[in-house]
């Protein structure tokens, strides 16, 4: 059996193995291909060793009740670090008056270093990493809470600053252990720390970096940059939230200098700006269609046609909304959904 | 490769703590810069909620000059230019007021502008809600982008109190006096004092559970502020 790549991989093969078998039944029912006993004795065999090696290998699901059990656990899983972030939190909360000042600084400090000895030990006693995730959640919570408490015993000047250890942690646990909640969390403090810094570079708040969306534009650029330069061949599941969280980053710019060109640092009419970015925001939602399509990432495709139908609708908003009553606007815009449903499927059928 | 991501975690957090404790370290060397001693007026302790068991202080300076516009009207179109504000630019486009900037403010403790303040609400009688003897005597007398100069301007620390703050500028047509409208000017005002709370460790949060108290409060190089004592 060839190796397979990494863990997705291997559930692909594995899923493949399964219809293969479902689909072979299927035939013989219908009488169209009937294997010989020798055939099945050597194929019946083979499929089962197959499955066991994958499972054993890569601890994928073999099953459609185990894949949806694994869903399951998953969601149990960030459910259940959420909620221990939010005990960890409440108990500093409710003790933290009768413990000395030297005494929080030890326990906000060991508290995630005990947590990372915790995900090592846990993690090499289990294959499906549910419980190293839930204490991987419980860890960065750890360290948030260290850093923005110990600000507040010093009374320390808030900065940006602090979003960039949070966001390295998150993302040193998250290659670690192939966690990708935790690469979610890494990348959206970084795409708070580097805009932010940015901003306050310019002399103003650094917490005005909500004011102005071009550095948070630049930022869900490198987001992207970085899933194409650097090579996931054991995390193949990574790119696709860098792209999801580089896109959002991208697009959320977007959409907010549409409606406020002022906001830029671009030295134009606020006007002309604002149909810039909205010229811009289109063509971006088509690349990341045009792009989903040719290296088939469907959840990029769909992200890139839900963003153009928003701000389709958003442009029809702003041209017909106060011209025509409200019942024709939404039969033109439900008229127009029709006729990119026909244009998608007409891609689709040129596509396959 | 899982041991490398480990340590590399565990450096992540122990790196960070030793930056952030010598930075404190380094806001307390050599003594503070400025020492004042404040009253529960000034320094009232902030909101807590039921299960919360640490205590705080917020820094309560007077917003007189939502009052009588007159009182703030130092944080005129030259000291916001100073402060770092575009006013032509910002001018230019009223509609969008700039973005707040950061800078350092004087607060005078009980001095002159607190007692001009006093004498005027008695003179007009507009000293609505609680009386002068329970209002705090923190008012803004004065701003810069950098503390250097106002720490050789307000040499008496006992009455003048250097922090950081949050100045916003907005355009206006009104005249703070006449109140009529007239060309438009850049206003500025404060927004809020940094850091928003100053914690009180253990040994002496007992202190602050009930009024009158006085408390002592030293500001560091970084202008980071710590509660010395009742």
Redesign the interface.
């Known amino acids: 059996m060839a190796k397979p790549l990494g863990r997705r991989e291997a559930q692909q093969r594995a899923d493949r193995l399964r219809i293969f078998r479902a689909e072979l039944d299927e035939l013989e029912r219908q009488q169209v291909l009937v294997l010989t006993d020798e055939q099945r004795a050597r194929l019946e065999p083979f499929l089962d060793k197959s499955l066991e090696q994958l499972a054993a290998q890569y601890d994928i699901d073999t099953t459609e009740s185990q894949k949806q059990l694994s869903l399951g656990m998953r969601i149990v899983s960030a459910l259940g670090g959420l909620a221990l972030c939010a005990a960890v939190f ?1 108990f500093f ?9 030297a005494g929080q ?1 030890a326990i ?2 060991a508290t ?2 005990i947590g ?1 000895a915790a ?2 030990f846990v ?1 090499q006693r289990e294959r499906t990493l549910c419980f190293t995730g839930l204490i991987a959640l419980v ?1 960065f919570a750890s ?1 948030v809470l ?2 923005y408490v ?9 900065s940006p600053n ?1 979003f960039l ?1 949070w966001g ?2 998150a993302i ?2 998250a ?3 192939g966690l990708r909640l935790l690469l979610a969390a890494g990348l959206v403090c970084w795409l708070v720390f580097v805009p932010a810094t940015i901003v306050s570079w310019t ?3 650094w917490q ?1 970096f909500f ?2 969306p071009e550095c948070m534009l630049a930022s869900g650029l490198l987001i992207i940059a970085a899933q194409a330069a650097i090579p996931h061949r054991k995390r193949e599941d990574f790119p696709g939230t860098y792209r999801l969280i580089g896109l959002l980053a991208l697009y959320w710019p977007l959409l907010a200098l549409w409606h406020s060109g ?2 830029s640092f671009v030295p134009l009419g ?1 006007t002309a700006i604002e149909r810039t970015y909205q010229v811009l925001a289109f063509v971006a939602a088509a690349l990341t269609i045009w792009f989903g399509i040719r290296k088939n990432l469907p959840g990029t495709m769909n992200l890139g046609a839900a963003a153009f139908t928003l701000f389709l609708f958003i442009k029809f908003v702003d041209w017909w909304w106060d011209l025509m009553p409200k019942y024709i606007f939404f039969f033109i815009v439900g008229a127009i959904a029709i006729g990119l449903l026909i244009a998608f499927r007409k891609l689709r059928e040129a596509t396959a | 490769m899982r041991r490398l991501g480990l340590l590399l975690a565990a450096a992540v957090i122990i790196v960070s703590n030793v930056v952030v404790l010598v930075g404190v370290a380094r806001n307390r060397s050599g003594g503070p810069v400025e020492t004042i001693q404040l009253t529960q007026r000034e320094l009232p302790t902030g909101f807590h909620e039921k299960e919360d068991t640490g205590v705080s202080l917020r820094l309560n300076w007077s917003h007189y000059g939502i009052v009588y516009p007159e009182e703030t009207s130092w944080l005129d179109q030259a000291k916001l230019e100073s402060i770092g504000f575009d006013t032509s630019a910002a001018l230019r486009d009223t509609k969008h007021p700039p973005l707040p900037r950061p800078a350092f403010v004087v607060f005078e403790y009980n001095g002159a502008a607190w007692e001009h303040w006093v004498q005027k609400a008695q003179q007009e009688k507009s000293l609505g809600g609680p009386g002068p003897d329970t209002q705090t005597r923190l008012v803004a007398i004065d701003a810069a982008k950098t503390p250097e100069a106002l720490l050789q301007k307000y040499t008496d620390h006992s009455k003048s109190l250097i922090v950081r703050g949050v100045i916003h500028a907005f355009a206006s047509q009104t005249d703070p006096v006449t109140k009529r409208p007239g060309p438009w000017r850049l206003e500025g005002s404060i927004s809020e004092v940094l850091p928003q709370s100053i914690h009180v460790p253990p040994p002496i949060a007992n202190s602050f559970t009930k009024t009158p108290y006085t408390v002592t409060l030293a500001f560091g190089h970084r202008f980071e502020p710590w509660v010395i004592g009742p």
């Open positions: 409440l909360y409710r003790f933290w008056g009768s413990i000395p000042t600084i906000l400090i995630p270093l990372l995900m090592h993690s860890v360290f260290n850093l110990l600000g507040q015993i010093f009374n320390i000047i808030s602090a250890p390295a942690l040193a646990l290659y670690t252990y002399g103003v708040t005005s004011s102005r002022s906001n606020a």
